[in-house]
C-alpha cells in the first residue's frame, strides 16, 4: 500500500499486514517530496507521485525486497501554464493503455502523458 502523505511531504509504503517498509521523505533533494497529493501504480511497477509543491510527478521503482524506500527513477512536468506544465498538480490516474492522466488544479485541466 502506497500513501502520499500531503501534510508530512512523504509517501508512506506498508505491507498487507500494515507493517510499515519504507518512506520517500520531504526536502529539497532529487527524488524527495515536497507536498505530494496523489499516488498511482502502473502495471510496469513503477509509482508515480504527483507533487503539487514541485508542480511536477515523480517517478519511482515498487519498494524491493530489503529496499527501505522506493527507488527514483525520475520526474516530469514544470511550474507553468503552457502543455507539459503544472500549476499546482493535485492527482493523478493511469490507465491500462499507458496513458497517465494528472489533474492540473490551478490550470484548470486534466493533462494526459502517454508512454
Known amino acids: 500500500l502506497y500513501v502520499s502523505d500531503t501534510n508530512d511531504g512523504r509517501l508512506l509504503v506498508f ?7 519504507g518512506v520517500v521523505g520531504r526536502g529539497p533533494a532529487k527524488g524527495e517530496l515536497g507536498l505530494p497529493v496523489g499516488v498511482a501504480i502502473d502495471d510496469q511497477d513503477r509509482v508515480f507521485v504527483v ?11 515498487v ?3 530489503g529496499e527501505r524506500s522506493p527507488a527514483y527513477l525520475t520526474s516530469f512536468g514544470v511550474e507553468g501554464t503552457s502543455n507539459g506544465a503544472f500549476e499546482y498538480p493535485n492527482g493523478i490516474a493511469i490507465d491500462t493503455r499507458g496513458h497517465v492522466y494528472i489533474a492540473d488544479w490551478n490550470n484548470d485541466r486534466v493533462q494526459v502523458w502517454s508512454y
Open 15 to 21: 505491507d498487507a499486514g500494515g507493517s510499515d517498509l
Open 51 to 61: 507533487d503539487s509543491a514541485a508542480h511536477a510527478v515523480q517517478i519511482y521503482r
Open 63 to 65: 519498494i524491493a525486497a
